[in-house]
Protein backbone atom coordinates (compact mmCIF):
# COMPACT_ATOMS: atom_id res chain seq x y z
CA UNK A 1 0.00 0.00 0.00
CA UNK A 2 1.46 3.46 -1.29
CA UNK A 3 1.53 6.42 1.84
CA UNK A 4 2.04 10.08 1.25
CA UNK A 5 2.91 12.27 3.79
CA UNK A 6 2.14 15.96 3.25
CA UNK A 7 5.78 16.88 4.05
CA UNK A 8 7.21 14.32 1.58
CA UNK A 9 4.62 15.20 -1.17
CA UNK A 10 5.61 18.75 -1.12
CA UNK A 11 8.94 17.99 -0.75
CA UNK A 12 9.84 16.09 -3.54
CA UNK A 13 7.37 17.62 -5.63
CA UNK A 14 9.78 20.33 -6.32
CA UNK A 15 10.67 23.42 -4.30
CA UNK A 16 7.24 24.48 -3.06
CA UNK A 17 8.00 23.48 0.36
CA UNK A 18 10.87 25.50 0.61
CA UNK A 19 9.67 28.29 -0.86
CA UNK A 20 7.20 28.37 1.81
CA UNK A 21 9.17 27.53 4.34
CA UNK A 22 11.33 30.15 3.75
CA UNK A 23 8.85 32.79 3.12
CA UNK A 24 7.66 32.42 6.71
CA UNK A 25 10.97 31.86 8.06
CA UNK A 26 11.91 35.49 6.55
CA UNK A 27 8.73 36.84 7.96
CA UNK A 28 5.98 37.81 4.91
CA UNK A 29 5.01 41.58 5.59
CA UNK A 30 3.03 40.28 9.19
CA UNK A 31 -0.11 42.34 9.51
CA UNK A 32 -0.79 43.10 5.83
CA UNK A 33 -2.15 40.56 3.25
CA UNK A 34 -0.53 41.10 -0.12
CA UNK A 35 -2.99 43.60 -2.26
CA UNK A 36 -4.38 41.95 -5.60
CA UNK A 37 -6.02 43.80 -8.64
CA UNK A 38 -7.68 41.22 -10.86
CA UNK A 39 -7.09 42.37 -14.75
CA UNK A 40 -10.38 41.04 -16.66
CA UNK A 41 -13.73 40.57 -15.00
CA UNK A 42 -14.70 37.17 -17.15
CA UNK A 43 -16.15 33.68 -15.63
CA UNK A 44 -12.61 32.65 -14.60
CA UNK A 45 -11.91 35.60 -12.87
CA UNK A 46 -15.77 35.79 -11.32
CA UNK A 47 -16.62 32.20 -10.49
CA UNK A 48 -13.05 30.59 -9.80
CA UNK A 49 -10.40 33.40 -8.53
CA UNK A 50 -12.55 35.86 -6.68
CA UNK A 51 -13.86 33.30 -4.11
CA UNK A 52 -10.81 32.15 -3.26
CA UNK A 53 -9.33 35.23 -1.51
CA UNK A 54 -11.54 33.96 1.66
CA UNK A 55 -9.02 30.80 1.54
CA UNK A 56 -6.14 32.83 1.68
CA UNK A 57 -3.83 33.24 3.90
CA UNK A 58 -1.20 36.07 2.98
CA UNK A 59 -3.48 37.34 0.21
CA UNK A 60 -6.37 39.84 -0.34
CA UNK A 61 -8.06 41.53 -3.75
CA UNK A 62 -7.72 45.13 -3.70
CA UNK A 63 -8.73 46.58 -7.04
CA UNK A 64 -10.44 45.29 -10.64
CA UNK A 65 -10.06 46.23 -14.10
CA UNK A 66 -12.49 45.92 -16.18
CA UNK A 67 -14.69 47.45 -19.54
CA UNK A 68 -17.68 47.53 -17.97
CA UNK A 69 -18.20 50.11 -15.31
CA UNK A 70 -21.85 48.33 -13.42
CA UNK A 71 -19.81 45.00 -13.90
CA UNK A 72 -16.94 45.88 -11.89
CA UNK A 73 -18.90 48.78 -9.53
CA UNK A 74 -21.05 45.08 -8.52
CA UNK A 75 -18.11 43.02 -7.96
CA UNK A 76 -16.32 45.29 -5.98
CA UNK A 77 -19.71 45.74 -3.61
CA UNK A 78 -19.40 41.98 -3.23
CA UNK A 79 -15.52 41.63 -2.54
CA UNK A 80 -15.30 45.25 -0.30
CA UNK A 81 -12.87 46.97 -3.18
CA UNK A 82 -12.85 50.76 -2.63
CA UNK A 83 -13.98 53.02 -5.49
CA UNK A 84 -10.64 54.28 -5.74
CA UNK A 85 -9.36 50.69 -6.53
CA UNK A 86 -11.89 50.07 -10.10
CA UNK A 87 -9.93 50.74 -13.05
CA UNK A 88 -10.79 50.58 -16.65
CA UNK A 89 -8.19 49.27 -19.42
CA UNK A 90 -7.46 53.32 -20.60
CA UNK A 91 -6.86 54.44 -17.05
CA UNK A 92 -4.91 50.87 -16.05
CA UNK A 93 -1.74 52.35 -16.21
CA UNK A 94 -2.20 54.98 -13.34
CA UNK A 95 -2.45 51.52 -10.54
CA UNK A 96 1.05 52.61 -10.29
CA UNK A 97 0.02 55.47 -7.89
CA UNK A 98 -2.25 52.85 -5.91
CA UNK A 99 0.12 51.77 -3.13
CA UNK A 100 -2.28 49.13 -1.96
CA UNK A 101 -1.44 46.83 -5.38
CA UNK A 102 1.24 44.68 -5.29
CA UNK A 103 0.63 41.89 -7.90
CA UNK A 104 -1.51 42.10 -10.88
CA UNK A 105 -3.54 38.93 -12.03
CA UNK A 106 -3.96 39.06 -15.82
CA UNK A 107 -7.07 37.20 -16.63
CA UNK A 108 -7.60 38.26 -19.96
CA UNK A 109 -7.78 36.90 -23.39
CA UNK A 110 -4.74 35.37 -24.52
CA UNK A 111 -3.55 37.72 -27.18
CA UNK A 112 -3.48 40.66 -23.93
CA UNK A 113 -1.52 38.80 -21.21
CA UNK A 114 1.80 40.12 -23.24
CA UNK A 115 0.50 43.63 -23.32
CA UNK A 116 -0.77 43.92 -19.51
CA UNK A 117 1.74 42.30 -18.12
CA UNK A 118 4.24 44.71 -19.40
CA UNK A 119 2.26 47.47 -18.43
CA UNK A 120 1.79 46.24 -14.94
CA UNK A 121 5.98 45.58 -14.78
CA UNK A 122 6.22 49.55 -15.77
CA UNK A 123 3.92 50.74 -13.20
CA UNK A 124 6.11 48.94 -10.64
CA UNK A 125 3.75 45.78 -10.01
CA UNK A 126 4.82 41.78 -9.52
CA UNK A 127 2.60 39.74 -12.15
CA UNK A 128 0.59 36.57 -12.13
CA UNK A 129 -0.50 35.60 -15.24
CA UNK A 130 -3.21 32.78 -16.54
CA UNK A 131 -2.03 30.40 -19.18
CA UNK A 132 -1.07 30.27 -21.78
CA UNK A 133 1.82 32.91 -20.85
CA UNK A 134 1.31 34.35 -24.26
CA UNK A 135 0.05 33.50 -28.07
CA UNK A 136 4.07 33.62 -29.24
CA UNK A 137 7.31 32.91 -27.59
CA UNK A 138 8.65 36.37 -28.34
CA UNK A 139 6.03 37.69 -26.56
CA UNK A 140 6.95 35.45 -23.79
CA UNK A 141 10.63 36.96 -23.53
CA UNK A 142 9.58 40.39 -23.82
CA UNK A 143 7.04 39.69 -20.48
CA UNK A 144 10.31 38.05 -19.09
CA UNK A 145 12.17 40.87 -19.83
CA UNK A 146 9.75 44.15 -18.70
CA UNK A 147 9.51 42.07 -15.65
CA UNK A 148 12.97 41.64 -14.94
CA UNK A 149 14.01 45.34 -16.05
CA UNK A 150 11.52 46.75 -13.60
CA UNK A 151 12.61 44.15 -10.76
CA UNK A 152 9.25 42.65 -10.16
CA UNK A 153 8.44 38.76 -10.26
CA UNK A 154 6.49 37.26 -13.31
CA UNK A 155 4.33 33.68 -12.21
CA UNK A 156 2.22 32.02 -14.79
CA UNK A 157 -1.28 30.75 -13.70
CA UNK A 158 -0.15 26.67 -13.56
CA UNK A 159 -2.70 25.28 -11.01
CA UNK A 160 -1.63 22.05 -11.01
CA UNK A 161 1.54 22.23 -9.85
CA UNK A 162 -0.16 23.53 -6.73
CA UNK A 163 -2.62 20.37 -6.88
CA UNK A 164 -2.85 17.59 -4.00
CA UNK A 165 -3.04 14.95 -6.99
CA UNK A 166 -0.92 16.09 -9.05
CA UNK A 167 1.90 16.93 -6.20
CA UNK A 168 1.36 13.13 -5.50
CA UNK A 169 1.84 11.91 -8.59
CA UNK A 170 4.98 13.53 -9.24
CA UNK A 171 6.50 12.36 -6.02
CA UNK A 172 5.83 8.50 -6.88
CA UNK A 173 8.10 9.55 -9.75
CA UNK A 174 11.18 11.05 -7.85
CA UNK A 175 11.36 8.46 -5.20
CA UNK A 176 11.43 5.85 -7.74
CA UNK A 177 8.52 4.30 -6.99
CA UNK A 178 7.66 3.67 -9.88
CA UNK A 179 11.11 2.87 -11.41
CA UNK A 180 12.57 4.49 -14.55
CA UNK A 181 9.50 6.43 -16.43
CA UNK A 182 8.62 5.34 -20.02
CA UNK A 183 5.74 6.47 -21.30
CA UNK A 184 2.88 9.30 -20.82
CA UNK A 185 -0.53 9.41 -21.87
CA UNK A 186 -2.60 12.78 -21.03
CA UNK A 187 -5.34 13.57 -22.85
CA UNK A 188 -7.66 17.13 -22.11
CA UNK A 189 -10.56 18.40 -24.02
CA UNK A 190 -13.98 19.70 -23.98
CA UNK A 191 -17.00 20.32 -26.21
CA UNK A 192 -16.59 24.25 -27.26
CA UNK A 193 -20.54 24.82 -28.03
CA UNK A 194 -20.69 28.24 -29.26
CA UNK A 195 -18.94 29.45 -31.85
CA UNK A 196 -19.16 33.72 -30.74
CA UNK A 197 -16.22 32.64 -27.67
CA UNK A 198 -13.09 34.65 -27.90
CA UNK A 199 -11.00 31.25 -27.38
CA UNK A 200 -12.64 30.14 -30.94
CA UNK A 201 -11.17 33.78 -32.46
CA UNK A 202 -7.62 32.97 -33.10
CA UNK A 203 -6.55 36.65 -32.88
CA UNK A 204 -7.77 36.94 -29.10
CA UNK A 205 -6.75 33.11 -28.24
CA UNK A 206 -3.85 32.56 -30.59
CA UNK A 207 -4.87 29.28 -31.67
CA UNK A 208 -7.50 26.53 -30.60
CA UNK A 209 -7.37 23.67 -28.24
CA UNK A 210 -3.88 23.42 -28.03
CA UNK A 211 -3.62 26.55 -26.75
CA UNK A 212 -6.28 25.98 -24.13
CA UNK A 213 -6.63 22.17 -23.01
CA UNK A 214 -3.21 21.40 -24.34
CA UNK A 215 -1.36 23.35 -21.94
CA UNK A 216 -2.58 20.47 -19.38
CA UNK A 217 -1.57 17.79 -21.57
CA UNK A 218 2.15 19.20 -22.40
CA UNK A 219 2.57 20.31 -18.75
CA UNK A 220 1.70 17.02 -17.17
CA UNK A 221 4.26 15.47 -19.98
CA UNK A 222 6.93 17.62 -18.63
CA UNK A 223 6.32 17.62 -14.80
CA UNK A 224 5.76 13.89 -14.63
CA UNK A 225 9.03 13.14 -16.45
CA UNK A 226 10.83 15.48 -15.02
CA UNK A 227 12.34 16.20 -18.22
CA UNK A 228 12.62 18.20 -21.06
CA UNK A 229 11.57 17.12 -24.71
CA UNK A 230 13.92 16.89 -27.77
CA UNK A 231 11.69 16.25 -30.72
CA UNK A 232 8.01 16.48 -31.15
CA UNK A 233 5.50 14.91 -34.16
CA UNK A 234 2.00 16.10 -34.40
CA UNK A 235 -1.16 15.46 -36.45
CA UNK A 236 -4.35 17.29 -36.37
CA UNK A 237 -7.85 16.62 -37.68
CA UNK A 238 -10.18 19.61 -37.78
CA UNK A 239 -13.57 19.82 -39.40
CA UNK A 240 -13.30 23.59 -40.98
CA UNK A 241 -17.12 23.27 -42.50
CA UNK A 242 -17.92 23.25 -38.51
CA UNK A 243 -18.80 27.53 -37.97
CA UNK A 244 -16.60 26.71 -34.60
CA UNK A 245 -13.65 25.93 -36.38
CA UNK A 246 -12.97 28.20 -39.15
CA UNK A 247 -9.86 29.63 -37.43
CA UNK A 248 -8.66 27.85 -34.51
CA UNK A 249 -8.20 24.08 -34.36
CA UNK A 250 -10.14 21.70 -32.77
CA UNK A 251 -8.54 17.73 -31.93
CA UNK A 252 -4.76 17.96 -31.93
CA UNK A 253 -2.35 15.29 -31.19
CA UNK A 254 1.45 15.13 -30.50
CA UNK A 255 4.29 12.80 -29.42
CA UNK A 256 7.34 13.74 -26.92
CA UNK A 257 10.17 12.21 -26.88
CA UNK A 258 12.71 12.72 -23.74
CA UNK A 259 16.70 12.01 -23.41
CA UNK A 260 15.71 9.10 -20.95
CA UNK A 261 14.19 7.75 -23.71
CA UNK A 262 11.05 7.88 -22.19
CA UNK A 263 7.77 8.94 -24.53
CA UNK A 264 4.77 10.67 -23.90
CA UNK A 265 1.55 10.76 -26.17
CA UNK A 266 -0.82 14.31 -25.45
CA UNK A 267 -3.54 15.48 -27.21
CA UNK A 268 -6.32 18.35 -26.76
CA UNK A 269 -9.78 18.64 -28.16
CA UNK A 270 -12.62 20.90 -28.80
CA UNK A 271 -15.08 18.76 -30.09
CA UNK A 272 -14.71 15.59 -27.23
CA UNK A 273 -14.61 15.23 -23.31
CA UNK A 274 -11.18 14.44 -21.98
CA UNK A 275 -9.28 14.66 -18.23
CA UNK A 276 -6.49 12.18 -18.06
CA UNK A 277 -2.92 11.37 -16.85
CA UNK A 278 -1.26 8.32 -17.17
CA UNK A 279 2.89 7.76 -16.23
CA UNK A 280 4.12 4.15 -16.52
CA UNK A 281 7.62 3.44 -15.14
CA UNK A 282 9.32 0.22 -14.87
CA UNK A 283 8.03 -1.05 -12.27
CA UNK A 284 4.47 0.61 -11.99
CA UNK A 285 1.86 3.04 -13.13
CA UNK A 286 0.09 5.95 -11.66
CA UNK A 287 -3.29 7.23 -13.21
CA UNK A 288 -5.15 10.35 -13.06
CA UNK A 289 -8.72 10.91 -13.76
CA UNK A 290 -10.16 13.08 -13.34
CA UNK A 291 -6.69 14.98 -12.96
CA UNK A 292 -6.30 18.69 -14.14
CA UNK A 293 -10.25 19.41 -13.08
CA UNK A 294 -11.14 22.33 -10.56
CA UNK A 295 -12.18 19.63 -8.20
CA UNK A 296 -12.67 16.00 -7.82
CA UNK A 297 -9.96 14.57 -9.01
CA UNK A 298 -8.93 10.75 -8.16
CA UNK A 299 -6.02 8.70 -8.61
CA UNK A 300 -5.07 5.50 -8.47
CA UNK A 301 -1.66 3.60 -8.00
CA UNK A 302 -0.09 0.21 -9.64
CA UNK A 303 2.87 -1.65 -7.91
CA UNK A 304 3.77 -4.97 -7.72
CA UNK A 305 0.23 -6.56 -8.78
CA UNK A 306 -0.83 -3.97 -5.60
CA UNK A 307 -3.64 -1.47 -7.45
CA UNK A 308 -5.22 1.07 -5.14
CA UNK A 309 -7.11 3.95 -5.09
CA UNK A 310 -4.99 6.84 -3.48
CA UNK A 311 -6.36 9.86 -0.95
CA UNK A 312 -3.23 12.50 -1.28
CA UNK A 313 -2.44 14.23 1.81
CA UNK A 314 -3.74 18.16 1.85
CA UNK A 315 -1.49 20.12 -0.34
CA UNK A 316 0.42 23.26 0.40
CA UNK A 317 -3.11 25.87 0.73
CA UNK A 318 -6.96 25.18 1.33
CA UNK A 319 -6.59 24.28 -2.48
CA UNK A 320 -4.59 25.02 -5.63
CA UNK A 321 -6.00 28.28 -6.66
CA UNK A 322 -5.36 29.79 -2.61
CA UNK A 323 -2.06 27.78 -2.25
CA UNK A 324 -1.16 29.63 -5.89
CA UNK A 325 -2.48 33.14 -5.02
CA UNK A 326 -0.45 32.78 -1.62
CA UNK A 327 2.78 31.53 -3.46
CA UNK A 328 3.00 34.34 -5.50
CA UNK A 329 2.44 36.75 -2.02
CA UNK A 330 5.26 34.93 -0.22
CA UNK A 331 7.48 34.87 -3.48
CA UNK A 332 6.98 38.86 -3.56
CA UNK A 333 7.61 39.87 0.09
CA UNK A 334 10.39 37.12 0.51
CA UNK A 335 12.07 37.71 -2.72
CA UNK A 336 12.22 33.50 -3.82
CA UNK A 337 11.41 32.70 -7.45
CA UNK A 338 7.86 30.85 -7.82
CA UNK A 339 8.36 27.96 -8.97
CA UNK A 340 6.21 28.40 -12.10
CA UNK A 341 8.06 31.19 -13.39
CA UNK A 342 7.50 33.21 -16.65
CA UNK A 343 10.60 30.70 -18.27
CA UNK A 344 8.24 27.89 -17.70
CA UNK A 345 5.73 29.64 -19.63
CA UNK A 346 8.28 30.47 -22.43
CA UNK A 347 9.38 26.86 -22.88
CA UNK A 348 5.50 25.57 -23.02
CA UNK A 349 5.04 27.83 -26.07
CA UNK A 350 8.50 27.18 -27.79
CA UNK A 351 6.95 23.47 -27.82
CA UNK A 352 3.30 24.65 -28.77
CA UNK A 353 5.06 26.55 -31.53
CA UNK A 354 6.74 23.40 -32.91
CA UNK A 355 3.72 21.58 -32.13
CA UNK A 356 1.97 23.91 -34.81
CA UNK A 357 4.47 23.89 -37.77
CA UNK A 358 5.00 19.76 -36.98
CA UNK A 359 1.27 19.34 -37.76
CA UNK A 360 1.53 21.73 -40.64
CA UNK A 361 4.46 20.50 -42.42
CA UNK A 362 4.10 16.22 -41.27
CA UNK A 363 7.35 15.94 -39.72
CA UNK A 364 9.26 15.67 -36.84
CA UNK A 365 10.41 18.56 -35.35
CA UNK A 366 13.57 18.48 -32.99
CA UNK A 367 13.19 20.61 -29.72
Not at 189 to 214: I, N, Y
Request: charged residues 20%; aromatic residues 8%.
Amino acid sequence: MIELSRRDVLIAAGGLAAASLEARAMGAAPGRKVGYAIVGLGYYALEVILPQFVNCEHSKVVALVSGDPAKAKRVAQQYGVPDHGIYNYQNYDSIRNNPDIDVVYVILPNSMHAEYTIRAAKAGKHVLCEKPMAISSAECEAMIAACKAAGKKLMIGYRCHFEPHNLAAIKLVKDGTLGKPRYVHSEHGFVQGDPSKWRLKKALSGGGSLMDMGIYSLQAARYMTGEEPTSVFARESTDRSDPRFHEVEDLIEWTLTFPSGAMAACMSSYSSGHNHIRLTGTKGWVDLEPATSYRDQKMRVHVKDDEHEVTPPPGPGANMFAAQLDHMAECMTTGATPIVPGEEGLRDLRIIEAIYRSAASGQVVKL
